[in-house]
């Protein structure tokens, strides 16, 4: 027991892993009842609210303050085109082609954040680093490659795409997320910043766009909002919650290894719960990625 005292940022970061395999189980339940668009839309709302309260319970005020610096402008660039938008694709590629597939493809954005951070950063990349970029692009290989029962996936080719877009706009907020915080804001108040400027731009898309699947709306119903507003308290709230206790409580590159196992987690809740059937090579592919992942994070210091 006192061995486990020494680890709570540890275990609070498998925690986090398995809530978002159980996150990604319910937007994909709610997607399939009231399409991505809005699925996407509720959850950075409620989202936003149970920060915003969080934010009031820790610092007494919803908001941060903003005229500190200007670093809240990093974070809500960051929040439109990591939350916003590159959730948004991620949400439609998992009615695409599957839940399981579009996380082991999603999970490779620190491939993606590691490439930007080279180019944009000058950060160089080590050894261990390449070869963690390697696996990733070997199990997604594996992943994308594997084939499928006709009609098991509704459009492949446009759900692989956005499940790298999501990656790419995954790693790109990242970026700029650290950019933000380097000018002073803290995690909490970082993650309230983006999350409602994610909300923000949800609202206007809202308006101009229509659901990336048909060329209809889908009605709102109970069941989907019921999934919409469970994923969001597992998800955004709790998950974002317990991932900032993890890298507070233990080593960044340990906690962030550990969140990445998502996609393995998530086989038997794809298997069980969304019926999905997982073919040996996805499995596989699986695998060899998030250990890809997990080099990425371990090798930095």
């Not at 991620?90 to 930007?116: A, R």
């Amino acid at each position: 027991m006192e061995y486990l005292l020494t680890k709570t940022g540890e275990i609070a970061a498998l925690t986090t892993a398995v809530l978002w395999a159980f996150t990604a189980t319910f937007f994909t339940l709610a997607g399939k009842n009231i399409g991505s668009k809005w699925v996407n839309l509720f959850r950075l709302l409620l989202a936003s609210l149970y920060l915003t309260v969080a934010h009031k319970i820790v610092y007494g005020k919803f908001l941060p303050d903003f005229s500190e610096n200007n670093g809240w402008i990093y974070l809500a660039v960051s929040g439109a085109i990591g939350l916003a938008l590159g959730d948004s694709l991620l949400f439609q590629s998992f009615l695409d082609i599957g839940t399981q597939k579009s996380m082991v493809i999603m999970s490779s954005w620190p491939l993606f954040s590691s490439l930007l951070a080279y180019v944009f950063l000058n950060e160089m990349l080590n050894s261990v680093e390449i070869y963690g970029i390697i696996l990733i692009v070997i199990g997604i290989s594996f992943v994308v490659s594997s084939k499928v029962e006709p009609h098991s996936e509704p459009n492949p080719i446009r759900g692989i795409f956005l499940s790298l877009g999501g990656a790419v706009c995954q790693a790109t907020g990242i970026l700029l997320a650290k950019q933000g915080l380097e000018k002073g804001f803290s995690a909490l108040s970082g993650t309230v910043i983006r999350m409602i400027f994610a909300a923000l731009t949800m609202v206007v898309f809202s308006f101009f766009l229509k659901a990336l699947n048909s060329g209809q709306e889908r009605k709102l119903n109970f069941k989907g909002l019921f999934f919409a507003f469970l994923g969001s308290i597992v998800g955004p709230f709790l998950g974002v919650w317990l991932s900032l206790y993890a890298v507070a409580h233990a080593k960044v590159g340990v906690a962030s290894a550990l969140m990445t196992t998502s996609p393995i987690l998530l086989i038997p809740l794809s298997a069980a719960i969304l019926k999905e059937k997982l073919k040996k090579w996805v499995i596989i592919g699986t695998f060899i990625t998030v250990i890809g992942s997990i080099l990425l994070f371990v090798s930095k210091p």
